[in-house]
């Protein structure tokens, strides 16, 4: 039994780092620079570790079959010697140093995310990404300026729940609006966040930076290949953070125009509020602070957000159209039930969580949900 | 275990039996028995926590649990086996070895030492009762990261106080070691004469003190930005997120040593024992342990490289943390070099620290791949990361605890454990582990997050072998608590020193040790 | 004890567990309360009393042991130890909170208004300190060094005199002078206390300086009201050594837990000096 486990183990072993190149086993397929060297660099420290590995434990093992009680071996009585302590601290330490130079010419570049192309800003909102073309930032200004959309998941339900529904092909990684970059081109994502930390990972592209509320952290690639990369959130954002996927379709610089100039018009018409399953009605354009001007609808708001846990009752949130649950809310008077839901209390999340909703929509739902309960 | 304590009558204490017995008393070793009953205990059901999460992972799709009660499963899990289950386990080790090892009578304060033990049933019940209360419990990870732990219910209130509970028992269960080792050595029991065990617990207990108050004042900070509008961690109030992040983890990567190193300190004293063979290296062990614990306190940024820390925050802290595998590596060639020319025996406490210094290896190598900095931008929050703290934790941590166990069982109960369940028990660990955690690594290579509830058809394959395994790892865990009640009940007798090449002060004494014992401190030569 | 020589273990004694049910009561009560559970002042109050109980029952049983002479050289030095290291882990709470301030200060505040985070999130946000945050309309008034907080040092440095005083006097067994020097440092501590109550009313209503004033507010107040929580704890102490020795204990070679307090005090002391320079003063 302990040789077949042995065996198991070292086969195991083999297959990290022999088949590496299979992506099943590996890294995915890199398809930037820097994905390239993250992925030689994981195959250099792979095979240092394994050669290290198989020395100190053949070494173990070789002690193990030999020194035996069992073979008769005598304990020898030596317990110390520094001549080999200061050799097993040293060439340790030079193996490291050989690891950390390519690894530090690495960061170096993956940190340079000096004269982008394209600039776009991904903000990650509890559950979804909302993409924005940055103005005037890289060369190709004036091409997707302002482009601006929300990006859901787009697997079907009944896929999640009902185990007796096919699942599709890129289950749990598709959605509805896809994130269109030009091939070739220096693209720079800037990443920030509504709500929550969520975190922009393309692992094709060897690139996953947090986005933190309230700031904006960046990060960049340039493609190599046309084609759909998909990643997804990598940091956890409550209940759906395992259903935000991020989907890059790659596409060539004539392509990327065109696409384009087919998304200005739709934006500018109707902003983003054009997509129904919308959370608000405010693009992601609008900053943190201050919302998007247009008409305040509480009815869209409460329904897009406020229902998530307002609609059911959730985490002890009042139910709207139970009145029972509302008479002592309401007893404070309209104004305090307002800044409790601009502010948060408790439970209940600053502006249910979408800090850029103004204050005016957040006012505006609180009265819908307020007439539907009395 | 009533067995240990038949010979208590030429003692002129009157002690209380039945359940104040335990509610009542000083006793290191009775103290040292219930830190460990309540760790297995919190071991059964962090793990049965962990069979949830394997349970919805089995296939792709949800099955058994919403996303909400997915993420609560992992968080509970994290917390109970973190806090419940690994240090309390260690510190029972402490309380029944240290004074055994050193020649001292008890712990130095013995009375506070019931104190810190029994906070940490209350502490358990407010973790445990928060999945009933309105909201459940919390699911925003064990790290607890804002601000998704300031969305969360009343049941991350209940962490909140669950925490500083457990921290002010931690921080008494050190004060007691510290002072315990440092005043309360036999005559002649030098610094550089204890025993590893010893050294390695000196050590984390210095490092419990100084990171545990650092958790209080993060969770604190978390608990006023609740509920008392302050906003450390709110950029509109001119705070961070990420300001949490580098307090937690100011905590939490010592910690994570924390759960390390007594566990080096049981190997430390098992493969001499059955190599017959001194220590290796001793004084450069001790070195090599502090080294590990000072380096513990500049590395903890490695944790957060994707929160896009500039250029030089990330070349230092992937320095200094690939530093760490110098002393460890130190060790690991130690404990070679002992069982080097050695008279080997394997019973089961030497086969659980042979396994875990080949398993736990892999998770330190896994550890180092972690720490440059550009792999991990691809394998954070993956189950890369997943496989490589178990690999430290349940082979490094766990089976440490095993074997040591396994070695000190004849001195607490008097009875010889069944050897050959005690192997079975190694045997089908050592399987079932590796198929659980094994795969993971792929999984996380090639794409898939932590954390998540469903994950997409690719990832399928390994996710049932990883499912099948923990359940058999799981199971094979009823194995151990089946020798450990029968080594209890009875067996065959064990004598004052079961193993040949042991030589520490515990085993001059009688097996089972005396209730009270070096009332008159041994002299060491 | 049967060996005269041996370390002193205590009887089996139920006031650790006692103290836990406290700490049980303490936990859920203030998560109840936290939460609107109307049981939860309640259920906290009980778990309060509880463990004020404890503490009279657990420092009597210790006060009564070491006036029996159990405690020798070897318990002495025990004790030694762990207060020191209990002082550490009490200055590496405080860390938490002055590395938090740090971060503020240094990090965060001039991040928000820098970079892209500047230019696209919080346009018209300047950095500087005392700061609230980019997200904040309201202003208040920073909390200037040179009236209250001056005043308060004085009277946290002259109180540090006089409990060292007491503790001469109790070594050369003056008992008066023991008293008086007690005495007067409660009194100190006592309108250190006062002084800081009013300055609070007086940040919440004159300065409009509270808790939700962004980064300055938070980090004032949970640095000052940690702090004043330590110097209420310490009075108390003090408080409980004043009786002690009216009721005649200590001896001129025998008095740590007089020793400790004062130790303790000396540590809120310092802590206070770093407040008054990096939260009042810088
Ligand atoms: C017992 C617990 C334990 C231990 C001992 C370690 C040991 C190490 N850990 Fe691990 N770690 C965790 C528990 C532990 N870790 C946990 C719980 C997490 C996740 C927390 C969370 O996010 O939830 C984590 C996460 C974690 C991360 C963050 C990953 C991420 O989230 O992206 C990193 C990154 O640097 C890391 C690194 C290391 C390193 C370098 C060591 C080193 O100490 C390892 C040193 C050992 C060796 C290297 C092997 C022996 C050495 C030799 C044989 C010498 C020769 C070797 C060479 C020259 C290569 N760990
Ligand atoms: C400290 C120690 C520790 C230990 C021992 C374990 C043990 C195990 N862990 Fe651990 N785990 C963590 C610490 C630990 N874990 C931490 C810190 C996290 C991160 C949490 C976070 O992300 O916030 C984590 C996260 C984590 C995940 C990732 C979850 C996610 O990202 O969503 C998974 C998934 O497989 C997992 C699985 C397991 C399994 C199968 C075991 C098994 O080894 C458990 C085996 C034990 C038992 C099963 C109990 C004993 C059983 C019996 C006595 C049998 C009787 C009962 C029945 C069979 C009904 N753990
Ligand atoms: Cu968004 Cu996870
Ligand atoms: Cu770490």
């Known amino acids: 039994m302990k040789k077949l486990s042995l065996i198991a183990l070292a086969t195991a072993m083999c297959l990290s780092g022999g088949i590496a190149a299979a992506s099943r086993y590996g890294l995915q397929d890199p398809q930037t620079s820097i994905a390239r060297d993250i992925y030689s660099l994981h195959t250099l420290i792979l095979w240092i570790c394994v050669v290290i590995f198989v020395a100190v434990f053949g070494a173990m093992f070789y002690s193990i079959f030999k020194h035996r009680k069992s073979v008769g071996h005598k304990a020898a009585h030596f317990h110390e010697n520094t001549t080999v302590e200061v050799i097993w601290t040293v060439i340790p330490f030079v193996i490291l140093l050989g690891m950390a130079y390519p690894a530090t010419k690495t960061i170096i570049e993956m940190k340079d995310t000096s004269n982008p192309d394209l600039t776009i800003k991904a903000t990650g909102y509890q559950w979804k990404w909302g993409y924005e073309y940055i103005k005037g930032e890289g060369s190709l200004t004036g091409v997707s300026d302002g482009v601006s959309f929300y990006s859901n998941l787009s697997t079907p339900q009944e896929q999640i729940h009902d185990p007796k529904v096919q699942k599709g092909e890129n289950y749990l990684l598709e959605v509805d609006n896809e994130l269109v970059v030009p091939v070739g081109k220096k693209v720079r994502i800037l990443t920030t966040a509504a709500d929550v930390i969520h975190a922009f990972w393309v692992p094709a592209f060897g690139v996953k930076q947090d986005a933190i509320p309230g700031f904006i952290r960046d990060t960049w690639f340039k493609v190599d290949q046309p084609g759909v990369y998909r990643g997804q959130c990598a940091e956890l954002c409550g209940k759906e953070h395992g259903f935000m996927p991020i989907v890059v379709r790659a596409v060539s610089e004539e392509e990327f125009k065109d696409w384009a100039s087919k998304q200005k018009p739709a934006a500018v018409a109707a902003a983003p509020a054009a997509d129904a399953t919308q959370v608000a009605a405010v693009a992601p354009a609008a900053d943190a602070t201050a919302a998007a001007a247009g008409p305040v609808d509480g009815k869209k708001t409460y329904e897009g957000l406020c229902a998530a846990c307002h609609g059911a009752g959730i985490a002890g949130a009042p139910k709207v159209g139970d009145k029972a649950a509302w008479t002592a809310r309401l007893a404070q008077g309209d104004a305090t039930l307002a800044k409790h839901a601009i502010e948060g209390i408790r439970a209940m999340p600053a502006k249910g969580g979408n800090p850029a909703l103004s204050d005016a929509e957040v006012k505006a739902a609180v009265e819908h949900m307020v007439g539907l309960s009395k | 275990m009533e067995a240990v304590h038949g010979h208590d009558h030429a003692h002129d204490h009157h002690h209380p039996t039945g359940i104040t017995r335990w509610l009542t008393t000083t006793n290191h070793k009775d103290i040292g028995s219930m830190y460990l009953w309540f760790s297995f205990t919190m071991f059964i059901t962090g793990g049965i926590l962990a069979l949830g999460i394997r349970a919805e992972l089995f296939q792709p799709g949800l099955q058994l649990w919403k996303p909400e009660f997915f993420n609560q499963l992992t968080t509970m899990h994290g917390l109970m086996m973190v806090f419940g289950a690994i240090m309390p386990a260690f510190v029972g080790f402490a309380n029944w070895q240290i004074p055994l090892m050193i020649g001292a009578s008890d712990m130095a304060f013995a009375r506070m030492n019931n104190f810190s033990f029994w906070l940490l049933p209350p502490a358990a019940l407010l973790l445990a009762s928060s999945f009933f209360v309105p909201g459940g419990a919390t699911g925003a990870g064990w790290t607890l990261y804002a601000p998704l732990s300031v969305q969360q219910g009343m049941g991350m209130d209940l962490a909140i106080f669950a925490v500083h509970i457990m921290g002010a028992s931690s921080i008494m269960g050190s004060i007691n070691i510290i002072v315990t080792i440092l005043n309360m050595r036999a005559p002649g029991m030098t610094l550089m004469k204890m025993p590893l065990f010893v050294w390695t617990w000196l050590i984390t207990a210095y490092l419990l003190i100084a990171v545990m108050p650092v958790l209080a004042g993060a969770v604190t900070m978390l608990l006023t930005d609740r509920h008392f509008g302050t906003n450390f961690f709110n950029a509109a109030g001119g705070g961070d997120p990420v300001l949490y992040q580098h307090v937690f983890w100011f905590f939490g990567h010592p910690e994570v040593y924390i759960m390390i190193l007594p566990a080096f300190g049981i190997v430390s004293q098992v493969i001499p024992t059955f190599a017959r063979k001194p220590l290796f290296g001793y004084a450069s062990m001790v070195y090599a342990t502090a080294s590990i614990a000072i380096l513990s306190f500049i590395v903890w940024a490695h944790h957060m490289f994707v929160t896009g820390m500039p250029a030089a925050g990330q070349l230092f802290f992937m320095y200094a943390t690939m530093l760490i595998a110098v002393p460890t590596g130190v060790k690991v060639f130690n404990w070679v070099a002992t069982m080097w020319k050695g008279s080997m025996t394997f019973e089961t406490p030497m086969l659980f620290s042979v396994g875990f210094l080949f398993v736990f290896t892999m998770g330190g190598f896994t550890g180092l791949v972690c720490a440059v900095a550009p792999i991990d931008i691809q394998i954070q929050d993956t189950y890369y990361v997943v496989a490589h703290f178990h690999y430290v934790l349940v082979a490094g941590s766990l089976f440490a605890l095993f074997s040591g166990t396994y070695f000190w069982l004849p001195k607490w109960t008097g009875h010889m454990y069944d050897e050959k369940l005690g192997k079975l028990h190694f045997w089908l660990s050592m399987i079932f582990f590796n198929m659980t955690f094994f795969v993971m690594h792929f999984l996380g290579l090639a794409g898939m997050p932590r954390r998540i509830p469903d994950y997409s058809q690719q990832f399928a394959d390994f996710n049932m072998i990883a499912s099948i395994g923990a359940f058999g790892f799981g199971l094979t865990q009823l194995i151990f608590l089946a020798v450990i009640i029968k080594c209890i009940k009875g067996g065959p007798k064990a004598p004052a020193k079961p193993w040949e090449g042991a030589d520490t002060l515990e085993w001059t004494l009688p097996s089972p040790a005396p209730y009270h014992t070096f009332e008159t401190p041994p002299v060491v030569k | ?282």
């Open chain 3, 1 to 282: 004890m049967q060996h005269a020589q041996a370390y002193y273990v205590p009887s089996p004694s139920k006031w650790p567990i006692v103290g836990s049910v406290a700490l049980l009561f303490m936990g859920f009560g203030a998560a109840f309360l936290m939460n609107d559970i109307p049981a939860g002042p309640w259920v906290l109050l009980v778990g309060f009393a509880i463990l004020v109980w404890m503490m009279f029952g657990w420092f009597g049983e210790v006060a009564r042991e070491s006036e029996a002479g159990k405690y020798g050289p070897q318990e002495d030095i025990s004790f030694r130890w762990s207060m020191s290291w209990f002082i550490f882990s009490e200055v590496m709470f405080f860390a938490a909170f002055f590395g938090a301030l740090f971060y503020m200060r240094a990090l965060s505040v001039p991040d928000l208004a820098s970079g892209a985070t500047g230019e696209y999130l919080w346009t018209s946000f300047k950095a500087g300190w005392p700061v609230s945050g980019p997200g904040i309309d309201e202003t208040f008034t920073a909390m200037g060094p040179w009236g209250i907080p001056a005043i308060n040092t004085l009277i946290l440095l002259t109180s540090g005199v006089t409990v060292t005083w007491a503790h001469h006097a109790l070594k050369h067994n003056n008992r008066g002078q023991l008293n008086l020097g007690l005495f007067l440092t409660i009194a100190l501590g006592v309108v250190f206390l006062c002084l800081q109550v009013y300055e609070y009313v007086h940040a919440f209503h004159e300065l409009n300086l509270t808790l939700g004033m962004g980064a300055y507010g938070a980090t004032f107040f949970m640095l000052t009201g940690f702090h004043g929580f330590h110097v209420t704890i310490g009075t108390l102490m003090l408080i409980v050594m004043l009786f002690r020795c009216l009721a005649g204990h200590f001896k001129p070679e025998h008095h740590f837990a007089f020793e400790a307090v004062s130790w303790y005090w000396h540590f809120v002391d310092v802590v206070w000096l770093m407040l008054f320079v990096l939260v009042y003063w810088l």
